[in-house]
């Protein structure tokens, strides 16, 4: 990673790139892009010209041939320091089916992603602080999925062949195995035992396509602290997220059980984006309640303190260029641009040491049932099928709220579709009008032209200048219709089972979300363009 990290260093600065035949996004800046309409795309007498759309405030923009290494030194390297600080923080890989995401996150074992690097950077910082200050440290490694399981959500450890996880209150995992890690090596192993359980399936748009959201954390205790705790709670995590791509139902070829886990993706992903929204309007209006769409999916709860900017988060969007990929890569860019603003400004410092004291008192709790115990009767026994019915009713429960969400979201874009379809009905009502006179005052003209012979350069000079009006008026309807059309088309995509549906793509970019508090300008979201 060392050398990487010297040789993306001396790469040159950025250029405004030209855009190459079949692309429908460019890089224009350290921390902007530029999509461009594809001719075919556009409707038939605005051929020829170009409709292109500028994203900028990214905090970095890496362009497809960008190398893993080059991605970890921008994305990963300022987080695994801050952990390695004593913060905790998460990266979250987002983006349609196909995009790279799990290669981003994993890669190869000749072409190592975000977690290999991420493991190699903790053990090489680990040995070179021993026989320092610094007491030793533990690392403990833990992975599982969230997958859809008929109707509802199941956790799946996959690090061990535990039945039953269940996500708690406290967004912990009970039973999640923790394994202690000594060495990059082990870990990395642990981690690739780990992706073969994932549940992975073959779709239209990608032949190892992930059914599930893939969640790996990585946490570092002192050794001095819960020494003899065999699995200690407390320490800074990090936590790296590979969410399973968003798909569109034609371009997968999903069908059945496939296709009920491509809706549950589809609407994890839209849950987790909504938390977002819902940060960003809550900061930009701080009267505004930060409305609980966490609730509605486990994986939104697992992240809440993220989600809720208590802790310091980024995200790597992941897209194809390519102009048969412009719907997905639009729809994202749109979706996830604004995610740029977000601030971490009352960023939970001692929220590890939170963490720490709501372990101490769930501790202290049991401490105290295990007393209340000697004097209670025995527990009644919860039969399994007893569980079952609680854990079903609790899924029901979730896609109950799910749902209301979507409806919600739906409803209110709809309004607006409708809102703009109006105001369009109501333009071209009114170019309807210009041009009825403007063919009026044409027929006028003809008419004194035919009777004023002599002045025949005149009137034609006349009649000339009224058509061309009249042209520019049915360009404006052209236009206008145009705008109709595209209206519909985000009406469409505003539509849950639409928006939520994607395509497959050829080519790769990885763009990055750095969301961090405005202390600095070194820590300032946005500021840190960099370019590669
Ligand atoms: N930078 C890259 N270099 C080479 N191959 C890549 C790169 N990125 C992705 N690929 C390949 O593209 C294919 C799709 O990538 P990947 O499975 O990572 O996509 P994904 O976004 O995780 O998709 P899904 O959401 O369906 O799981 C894989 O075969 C992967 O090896």
Same mark, same amino acid.
């Given at each position: ?126 040995? $070179? &602080?021993?026989?320092? /200050?610094?007491?030793?440290?533990? @690392?403990? !490694?833990?992975?599982?999925?969230? %997958?859809?399981?008929? #109707? ?108 009920? $886990? &491509?809706?549950?993706? /589809?609407?994890?992903?839209?849950? @987790?984006? !909504?938390?977002?929204?819902?940060? %960003?309007?809550?900061? #930009? ?109 609790? &899924? ?137």
């Amino acid at each position: 990673p060392a050398a990487g990290r010297a040789r993306a260093k001396e790469q040159p600065p950025p250029k405004k790139q030209q855009q190459p035949p079949g692309v429908c996004l460019v890089a224009t800046g350290p921390g902007s892009v530029a999509l461009t309409v594809p001719q075919a795309k556009l409707v038939d007498h605005r051929r020829g010209r170009t409709a292109t759309e500028v994203f900028d405030g990214f905090s970095a923009v890496l362009p497809p041939d960008s190398s893993q290494n080059d991605i970890f030194t921008q994305v990963m390297n300022p987080l695994v320091d801050e952990f390695l600080g004593g913060k905790s923080g998460l990266l979250v890989a987002m983006g349609p089916t196909g995009s790279g995401k799990t290669h981003t996150v994993f890669g190869t074992a000749r072409n190592p992603g975000l977690v290999p690097l991420t493991l190699q950077k903790i053990f090489t910082a680990a040995d $070179e &602080s021993e026989g320092g /200050n610094q007491s030793p440290r533990l @690392f403990y !490694l833990s992975m599982f999925e969230i %997958l859809c399981e008929g #109707k509802g959500e199941r956790i799946l450890d996959l690090l061990s062949d535990a039945a039953e996880l269940v996500l708690q209150q406290s967004a912990t995992i009970k039973g999640l195995k923790e394994v202690a890690i000594s060495s990059a090596m082990d870990a990395e192993s642990l981690v690739s035992r780990g992706m073969l359980k994932r549940s992975t399936a073959a779709t239209d748009a990608n032949s190892e396509s992930s059914r599930s959201q893939c969640i790996i954390t990585i946490r570092a205790v002192h050794k001095t602290v819960d020494q003899k705790s065999e699995h200690p709670t407390s320490g800074s995590v990090l936590t790296i997220a590979d969410l399973a791509g968003a798909e569109r139902k034609k371009n997968t070829g999903n069908k059945g059980s496939r296709l009920l $886990e &491509s809706n549950f993706i /589809n609407n994890t992903s839209m849950v @987790f984006g !909504l938390c977002l929204r819902a940060l %960003l309007d809550h900061q #930009k209006n701080q009267k505004k309640t930060l409305e609980k769409h966490f609730k509605n999916s486990m994986l939104t709860r697992y992240l809440k303190d993220y989600l809720e900017g208590r802790k310091k988060m980024t995200l790597i969007l992941n897209v194809k260029p390519g102009e048969d990929d412009y719907a997905d890569t639009s729809y994202l860019l749109r979706q996830a641009s604004p995610y740029m603003k977000i601030r971490y400004t009352s960023l939970d410092e001692s929220s590890d040491l939170v963490s720490q004291k709501r372990t101490n008192v769930s501790l202290v709790c049991q401490e105290n049932k295990k007393r209340r115990k000697v004097n209670k009767p025995e527990p009644e026994v919860v039969t399994a099928e007893e569980k079952e019915l609680q854990r079903v009713s609790r &899924s029901e429960q979730i896609m109950k709220n799910l749902f209301n969400a979507l409806w919600t979201v739906s409803k209110q874009k709809i309004s607006e579709s409708e809102v703009a379809a109006k105001s369009m009905r109501e333009l071209l009502k009114d170019k309807d009008i210009e041009i009825l006179e403007l063919k009026k005052e044409l027929d006028d003209l003809k008419s004194r032209c035919s009777h004023v012979k002599q002045n025949d350069a005149a009137s034609i000079a006349i009649s000339s200048v009224s058509q061309t009006d009249l042209a520019s008026a049915l360009d404006n309807v052209h236009l206008s219709t145009e705008l109709v059309q595209k209206i519909s088309e985000e009406s469409t995509y505003s539509d849950p089972e639409m928006s939520s549906a994607y395509r497959d793509m050829t080519g790769l970019y990885v763009f990055t979300v750095n969301m961090s508090p405005p202390i600095s300008a070194h820590s300032c979201f946005g500021s840190e363009s960099i370019f590669l």
